[in-house]
T-cell receptor, first 111, second 115 residues
Framework: QQQVKQSPQSLIVQKGGISIINCAYE??????FPWYQQFPGKGPALLIA?????SEKKEGRFTISFNKSAKQFSLHIMDSQPGDSATYFC??????????FGTGTRLTIIP | DTGVSQDPRHKITKRGQNVTFRCDPI?????LYWYRQTLGQGPEFLTY????????KSRLLSDRFSAERPKGSFSTLEIQRTEQGDSAMYLC?????????????FGQGTRLTVV
């Protein structure tokens, strides 16, 4: 049972553009929503995270927007750079325990 | 390097053989997690430990899989009688108790290929 749905599966953005990745969840008990970045041959690395009592969180060029009523959240990467090319996973956590991941978005930034 | 360490990085084995992977977490982290990631998918939870106690196991963890963390430090994941469907990346993560899964730090994984 997939509890976190992620789209798109792949995304191509021009350098300097905005990359947007969307996720939706089903379980309203989830109380923490992190985003992970994964490069080929590496493990996922925590990028940014948000709790449902906040509608937006920004860290540098990365912003999470959260819509609790719609059970949706998204990652925005501003001024996208070639070094941002990676696979991005949204995730959800209940009670400080295991991560439930989305299926991932392969992001490619082109010059 | 004080990150999560996994060994080996790659393992090729014949169907039916047993394999064992090792994970060394960040030293002050109480929690240790095992995930499995297949190509084009997100990591899927297998099991986790709080110190030496195994607190939860996923239904993905069939009876051919066993995980241990005997002294609350490193952990091993053993797969008996491997099948081709076991081919995947096996990821280990650790976190401090207060952060739980929200502040999990991942190792680079062990890529298993069953031929």
């Amino acid at each position: 049972q997939q509890q976190v749905k992620q789209s798109p599966q792949s995304l191509i953005v021009q350098k300097g553009g905005i990359s947007i990745i969307n996720c939706a969840y089903e379980n309203t008990a989830f109380d923490y929503f992190p985003w992970y970045q994964q490069f080929p041959g590496k493990g996922p690395a925590l990028l940014i995270a948000i709790r449902p009592d906040v509608s937006e969180k920004k860290e540098g060029r990365f912003t999470i927007s959260f819509n609790k009523s719609a059970k949706q959240f998204s990652l925005h990467i501003m001024d996208s750079q070639p070094g941002d090319s990676a696979t991005y996973f949204c995730a959800a956590v209940f009670g400080n325990e295991k991560l439930t991941f989305g299926t991932g978005t392969r992001l490619t930034i082109i010059p | 390097d004080t990150g999560v360490s996994q060994d080996p990085r790659h393992k090729i084995t014949k169907r039916g053989q047993n394999v064992t992977f090792r994970c060394d977490p960040i030293s002050e982290h109480n929690r240790l997690y095992w995930y499995r990631q297949t190509l084009g998918q997100g990591p899927e939870f297998l099991t986790y430990f709080q110190n030496e106690a195994q607190l939860e196991k996923s239904r993905l963890l069939s009876d051919r899989f066993s995980a241990e963390r005997p002294k609350g430090s490193f952990s091993t994941l053993e797969i008996q009688r491997t099948e081709q469907g076991d081919s995947a990346m096996y990821l280990c993560a650790s976190s401090p108790t207060t952060g739980g899964g929200t502040e999990a730090f991942f190792g680079q994984g062990t890529r298993l290929t069953v031929v």
